[in-house]
């Protein structure tokens, strides 16, 4: 790996301890302001809105910007804001609305940032395939580890010290990734396009998405599983409470369960490409997903739900390694930014959707009607998109991306696919 991957997981591996911090902490720091489902699902959902208002539109941007100036001036700012949340916290002044601003601020960053971070690794590491797979295995692990498995219990022990502080530790993850990213090497940019309109270019990357069927299926996939997610994360941490019986410090343990699975998915991933073929393994670890939720819905017992839990990890841990990688590989430099903004904005703007449905049915029928419309959801997925990124799709689109006169690009994991379908 490049000397300037390991300051770049370093810097990841930061944030994403301070993101699981909040992550366990924002849920529990609204319940102590509300008991509503729909105002939990607010907060949930603000923070995925800028990918629908501006998703496509950042992509182009990030086409357009230095990818890692974007980086370090968007996890700057983040750090500034969550001072806000903070303070009113220390003054009493804190508020749902106040947390949705905030949580809609903060994604606004994380498009900027995520998009930046998608274009600019493979412009790092050659857009090797093999190379990026073991790179989007590190950062999956390392993001797991940190946001799932050490940050939701420090989040979780942080707020019972006061309300202001796993904020400001987030703000510190955020300031510390900043000095990271800031000192990583200048990379080579794709030959710039002539200088179009800035819809016009964010269009052009759209359509590479959808007329493709495979970048299609890869985006369809996330899309309809942040649908499902966000329906059960929305309720997660009522239903914790009320169904499984368990106290704040269980509900980090509760994600801490998560976590561990995704962690092992992810350090998985790239055996079960070689052994399954990428397309194969993609559409098994998506009907484990669908399966464990249905799991989890139908126990009572704590054990049990973090056992359907860290299963529900390692098919999501698995899927976030062999998508990204295999997007990166195929997709031209010069359009990574769109194309990566796109099929993120679709993922993003389902997420509304499952927040608010999460919400609804839990009001409407009762707390574990989510939990069974989101294994619903995430096995039809499976079905519907199973041909669209099945292994031959996978290896013929890895062939077309190859330099041309030059050697094909090995298939991710350093192995050549098999044929199987």
């Known amino acids: 790996m490049p000397l300037g991957f390991g300051r770049l ?69 983040r750090a500034v804001l969550l001072a806000i949340p903070a303070a009113a916290a220390v003054l009493d002044v804190l508020s749902i609305a106040l947390l949705a601003a905030v949580a809609f601020l903060l994604g606004l960053g994380g498009l900027f940032f995520d998009t930046a971070a998608t274009a600019y690794l493979p412009d790092l590491l050659g857009r090797d395939p093999a190379l990026l797979q073991r790179a989007n295995s590190r950062l999956r692990g390392a993001q797991t580890a940190m946001s799932g498995f050490a940050g939701p219990p420090a989040g979780s022990a942080l707020l019972a010290l006061g309300r202001a502080v796993p904020l400001l530790a987030d703000a510190l993850s955020f300031t510390m990734s900043a000095l990271l990213v800031r000192s990583l090497p200048a990379v080579g940019r794709p030959v710039p396009e002539t200088r ?98 249905l799991g989890l819905a139908a126990v009572r017992n704590p054990y049990v739900a973090g056992l359907a839990l860290a299963v529900c990890g390692a098919g999501m841990g698995a899927t976030m390694v062999l998508a990204p990688s295999l997007r990166q590989a195929i997709v031209p430099g010069h359009l990574m930014g769109r194309v990566a903004s796109t099929s993120r904005m679709l993922a993003m703007c389902a997420a509304p959707v499952g927040a608010f449905l999460g919400g609804w049915l839990a009001t409407a029928y009762g707390i574990r009607t989510p939990l069974y419309a989101a294994a619903g959801l995430l096995l039809t997925m499976t079905a519907v998109t199973a041909t669209m990124t099945n292994n031959r799709r996978v290896e013929a689109a890895l062939r077309a991306a190859a330099p041309a006169g030059g050697p094909e690009h090995p298939a991710p994991g350093g192995s050549a696919l098999s044929e199987r379908t």
């Open 9 to 77: 997981w370093t810097a990841q591996t930061v944030s994403s301890f301070g993101d699981g911090v909040s992550h366990a902490a924002l849920p529990l720091l609204a319940l102590t302001l509300t008991r509503d489902p729909m105002a939990l699902a607010v907060v949930t959902a603000a923070g995925t809105l800028p990918w629908l208002l501006f998703g496509v539109l950042g992509g182009a941007l990030v086409d357009r910007w230095d990818r890692r100036r974007t980086m370090w001036v968007t996890d700057a700012a």
């Open 196 to 293: 179009e309109p800035l819809l016009v270019q964010a269009r052009a990357g759209a359509s590479y998405v959808f007329r493709d069927r495979l970048l299609l299926g890869l985006a369809l996939r996330p899309a309809v599983g942040n649908i499902a997610f966000l329906a059960v994360e929305t309720v997660l941490a009522l239903f914790a409470h009320d169904r499984l019986g368990i106290d704040t410090y269980g509900f980090g343990l509760l994600l801490t369960a998560e976590a561990t699975g995704g962690l092992l998915g992810a350090g998985i991933a790239s055996s079960l490409g070689r052994r399954l073929g990428t397309g194969t393994a993609l559409t098994c670890t998506a009907a484990v997903e669908g399966l464990a939720i």
